[in-house]
């Protein structure tokens, strides 16, 4: 496999392009990104699963083998009401890895406590495929 990119490479040119004007003009926020918009639609990313959350999870649920996520790297940031959780995680389905990647959760703290807000994750497959059924 090739190695990954340094992490966050894209994403700090990114924001950096966002944050610092071109033109060396000061502007508000939302100026800076109103400037940064086109009319073209952004690409949408490829979904593994279809569906609802809860559909996501009631596939799970009806896997008929066991199935285990770990977790790594734990990372909390919270300031006042909101907060993230960013993490690295595996899944394996019985004794084989099928994807590892890292997760984040953004919360915001309601009168009834921490609510989740948002869950993204990267995916990285498998690239050997699960021994067949009944072989070990």
Known sequence: MPPDPAPGADVAGAVAGTLAPADGQSRTAKERIV???????????????GGSPREFIEDIARSPGPLEETFDNVRIDADADV?????????KAGNC???????????????DGWKTASVIWSMKLNPEPPPPAGTK
């Open 35 to 49: 400037a940064r918009r086109t009319d073209k639609p952004l690409p949408r990313p490829n979904k593994i699963s």
């Open 97 to 111: 890895r099928e994807n590892r990647g890292k997760e984040a959760w953004h919360l915001v703290r309601t009168d």
């Open 83 to 91: 907060a993230q959780v960013w993490f690295d995680y595996r899944f």
